[in-house]
């Protein structure tokens, strides 16, 4: 059974930083793309930071030169360094995972429950 657990989510003020984390198990990690995603007070949920299994990766207009999406394959664990947060950047944050690479589509196959960010400004 594939499982993501996300975790590193909080509190923060503007211009802070904060580091997520998705632990992935229940398949061979490396043969995946792995994706953050996140929902905020709208219907959509909106792509983020994407790495493919070759470890290329896309990001989001709205965070680019702000936010890195990692990897660290032996310990199956998905990152997201968050700088220069923003009140928008506001959200759940969803991990997500295929062995399709869907660019910053949410039709990823498995999802995370999620870890909530709050930005004051």
């Known amino acids: 059974e594939v499982q993501l657990v996300e975790s590193g989510g909080g509190s923060v003020q503007a211009g802070g930083s904060l580091r997520l984390s998705c632990v992935a198990s229940?398949?061979?990690?490396?043969?995946?793309?792995m994706g953050w995603f996140r929902q905020g007070s709208g219907p959509e949920r909106e792509g983020v930071a994407v790495?493919?299994?070759?470890?290329?990766?896309c990001y989001a207009d709205s965070v680019k030169g702000r936010f890195t999406i990692s990897q660290n394959n032996a310990k199956n664990t998905l990152y997201l360094q968050m700088d220069s947060l923003k009140p928008e950047d506001t959200a759940m944050y969803y991990c997500?995972?295929?062995?399709?690479?869907?660019?910053?589509?949410?039709?990823?196959?498995?999802w995370g429950q999620g870890t909530q960010v709050a930005v004051s400004s």
């Open positions: 997500a995972a295929d062995t399709v690479f869907w660019w910053l589509l949410p039709k990823y196959r498995y």
């Open positions: 229940g398949y061979t990690y490396s043969n995946y793309c």
């Open positions: 790495i493919d299994s070759d470890g290329g990766t």
